[in-house]
């Protein structure tokens, strides 16, 4: 059995310096620290978010959520971003559901899907995780105002 592990090239941006990185550090995780630590891992849960198709401002918005969430609930900022981020990017709902969100899936997509002119069948993977995140964001906003 081969083990690959890949460093990290000189080259190559740390999650904390790519743009959702620090967009989400300016907003809710003011302090920068070391790879792997655990400042660090919101901006790489950040990254994540944006590869699967996030915006920036959506990114921002979780952040948030997961800001008031935690302050709410007096869990760690961390766990909660990183509940409500996963969640959203894989459609698991029982993620966001142990913070106090309670997002379903097809109703979102199907709110969607209208929005677009669309039948629910003829929306991409994509579409459908754009629903559910957007309606993540105002179930989140709407429990923690």
């Known amino acids: 059995m081969q083990v690959c592990s890949r460093r990290r090239r000189a080259s190559e941006p740390r999650a904390e310096e790519t743009v959702a990185g620090r967009a989400l550090a ?3 995780f003011p302090r920068s620290g070391r790879h792997g630590s655990p400042q660090h891992r919101p901006a790489t849960q950040a990254n994540l978010a944006l590869s699967a198709g996030f915006n920036v401002d959506q990114i921002g918005e979780l952040g948030e ?3 008031k969430a935690s302050k709410a609930l007096g869990r760690n900022l961390t766990d ?3 509940r409500i981020t996963r969640g959203a990017i894989k459609l698991e709902p ?3 559901d142990e913070i106090g969100i309670f997002t379903r899936i097809e109703p979102a997509v199907e709110a969607y899907a209208r929005q677009l002119g669309k039948a629910v069948s003829q929306l991409t993977q994509f579409e459908r995780r754009q629903a559910f995140v957007n309606q993540v964001i105002k179930d989140g906003q709407s429990a923690f105002q």
């Open 80 to 82: 909660a971003f990183q």
């Open 26 to 28: 300016a907003l809710v």
């Open 65 to 67: 959520v997961a800001n």
């Open 94 to 96: 029982e993620l966001l």
